[in-house]
């Protein structure tokens, strides 16, 4: 089962590897998109997940997770050939949608094989190191391909990142079929569908912990949703071209690596720092200038260590049979409020990204309010007890 924890590390960086991520609104620009038909891609990209995300957390928890992974690389595979073949947004949509589709059979997924492999090696109470590890790789394989697409499109073409992509995602599929489905995972069948989702929502409801995490979880991904879906559109208003794009964005991943690769050191304490991520978002929306990037890459860097020790906290509390499911529904309450907010971002969009961005943040004042009036208590105790104890899955029985 070791080998699948290293096999694991490489899947994350190689589906990190999207070259056209950097210069996609530079591409859709080029096929005559305005801002508005980049925020009607998102929002496609975002009903997707909204669809698809609790059904495909389900299907890896009632299925062979690995399978779902050799699909989610297929779709990524697939969905790069079709956006470079792209010469409008009706086709690019397509292209969007099978790239959503990577999205959905993913989230969870990968963190859902970690977890229970690392249960069959008796090591899950280092999750949040080695996964930790995992998506600074996965961040890693995003910030190269951000330089090198950059630098693909300048001196090629555009639609080249988009085919090269594929390639990559061919490999990931054949080491995806290799991997060994972990003992600790249980194939649940006993459960219809609805009865699967009742069940991880009556554990959400039932732990005060894992409500204020959903909460903290939600808050974090809307605006972080927002600050990647849109950078592109951010990085033009800022005056960058191909370039710059790529080194801007290749820097943005590169301070989520770190912050993935700290958020381990800095334990459950990293909860406390929530605020300050918010804070960050803010001050990048408010300031029209290129010292905004400063606030722009602490808020990338600050997500990554909040979200690693968040997310870690709900796998400790977690049933396996549910627990792909359950980072799912997460995911889904996120996306929801996406879809409605994306729209108005593209509207707003049109008259200053800055505004939009604005806009996007008050999520972060609203999710304020609940974390100094309960949420920062609650996660204090959690840091006593990780501290104090060598059995994590302990703190939701304790806090429940």
Request: hydrophobic fraction near 55%.
């Given at each position: 089962m070791r080998s699948n924890i290293t096999k694991l590390y490489l899947l994350n960086l190689l589906s990190g590897i999207v070259f056209w991520y950097p210069i996609e609104k530079l591409f859709l620009q080029d096929i005559h998109v305005n801002a508005f038909g980049v925020s009607v891609n998102a929002v496609i990209f975002l009903t997707i997940q909204i669809i698809f995300d609790v059904p495909s957390g389900i299907l890896a928890d009632k299925w062979n997770r690995k399978y779902v992974l050799v699909l989610a690389m297929l779709a990524l595979a697939v969905g790069s050939i079709v956006g470079g073949v792209s010469t409008n947004l009706l086709v690019y949509l397509i292209a969007t949608t099978l790239v959503g589709a990577f999205v959905v059979l993913t989230s969870g997924t990968f963190q859902a094989v970690m977890y229970?492999?690392?249960?069959?090696?008796?090591?899950?109470?280092?999750?949040?190191?080695?996964?930790?590890?995992?998506?600074?790789?996965?961040?890693?394989?995003?910030?190269f391909s951000s330089l090198a697409g950059?630098?693909?499109?300048?001196?090629?073409d555009y639609r080249v990142t988009y085919f090269?992509?594929?390639?990559?995602?061919?490999?990931?599929?054949i080491i995806a079929v290799t991997l060994k489905e972990p003992k600790a995972h249980k194939e649940i069948n006993d459960k219809k569908l609805f009865e699967h989702v009742r069940f991880s929502l009556q554990k959400i409801k039932?732990?005060?912990?894992?409500?204020?995490?959903?909460?903290?979880?939600?808050?974090?991904?809307?605006?972080?949703?927002?600050?990647?879906?849109?950078?592109?559109?951010?990085?033009?208003?800022?005056?960058?071209?191909?370039?710059?794009?790529?080194?801007?964005?290749?820097?943005k991943w590169l301070a989520s690596s770190i912050g993935q690769l700290v958020a381990p050191k800095i334990?459950?304490?990293?909860?406390?720092?929530?605020?300050?991520?918010?804070?960050?978002?803010?001050?990048?929306?408010?300031?029209?200038?290129?010292?905004?990037?400063?606030?722009?890459?602490?808020?990338?860097?600050?997500?990554?260590?909040?979200?690693?020790?968040?997310?870690?906290?709900?796998?400790?509390?977690?049933p396996s049979e549910i627990r792909a499911t359950t980072l799912s529904l997460l995911s889904f309450a996120s996306n929801s409020l996406l879809?409605?907010?994306?729209?108005?971002?593209?509207?707003?969009?049109?008259?200053?990204?800055?505004?939009?961005?604005?806009?996007?943040?008050?999520?972060?004042?609203?999710?304020?309010?609940?974390?100094?009036?309960?949420?920062?208590?609650?996660?204090?105790?959690?840091?006593?007890?990780?501290?104090?104890?060598?059995?994590?899955p302990s703190i939701g029985s304790e806090l429940s």
């Amino acid at each position: 089962m070791r080998s699948n924890i290293t096999k694991l590390y490489l899947l994350n960086l190689l589906s990190g590897i999207v070259f056209w991520y950097p210069i996609e609104k530079l591409f859709l620009q080029d096929i005559h998109v305005n801002a508005f038909g980049v925020s009607v891609n998102a929002v496609i990209f975002l009903t997707i997940q909204i669809i698809f995300d609790v059904p495909s957390g389900i299907l890896a928890d009632k299925w062979n997770r690995k399978y779902v992974l050799v699909l989610a690389m297929l779709a990524l595979a697939v969905g790069s050939i079709v956006g470079g073949v792209s010469t409008n947004l009706l086709v690019y949509l397509i292209a969007t949608t099978l790239v959503g589709a990577f999205v959905v059979l993913t989230s969870g997924t990968f963190q859902a094989v970690m977890y229970d492999s690392l249960r069959d090696l008796k090591d899950q109470t280092h999750y949040d190191k080695h996964q930790g590890r995992a998506s600074a790789l996965f961040l890693a394989g995003l910030g190269f391909s951000s330089l090198a697409g950059g630098y693909i499109a300048e001196l090629f073409d555009y639609r080249v990142t988009y085919f090269a992509t594929a390639v990559i995602m061919i490999v990931a599929m054949i080491i995806a079929v290799t991997l060994k489905e972990p003992k600790a995972h249980k194939e649940i069948n006993d459960k219809k569908l609805f009865e699967h989702v009742r069940f991880s929502l009556q554990k959400i409801k039932a732990s005060q912990l894992l409500m204020q995490l959903a909460l903290l979880l939600a808050a974090l991904n809307i605006l972080r949703g927002a600050q990647n879906e849109y950078a592109g559109l951010y990085f033009i208003a800022l005056g960058l071209g191909a370039i710059p794009i790529g080194y801007a964005t290749a820097f943005k991943w590169l301070a989520s690596s770190i912050g993935q690769l700290v958020a381990p050191k800095i334990g459950r304490r990293a909860l406390w720092y929530a605020p300050l991520f918010f804070v960050a978002f803010t001050l990048f929306s408010f300031i029209e200038s290129l010292w905004s990037l400063v606030f722009f890459f602490a808020a990338s860097f600050l997500y990554a260590v909040v979200a690693n020790q968040a997310e870690a906290a709900v796998q400790d509390i977690t049933p396996s049979e549910i627990r792909a499911t359950t980072l799912s529904l997460l995911s889904f309450a996120s996306n929801s409020l996406l879809i409605p907010l994306g729209l108005l971002f593209g509207w707003l969009a049109l008259e200053s990204v800055f505004i939009a961005y604005l806009m996007i943040s008050t999520i972060g004042g609203i999710y304020l309010f609940i974390w100094f009036t309960k949420g920062h208590r609650l996660f204090a105790r959690v840091h006593k007890r990780a501290e104090s104890s060598p059995a994590p899955p302990s703190i939701g029985s304790e806090l429940s």
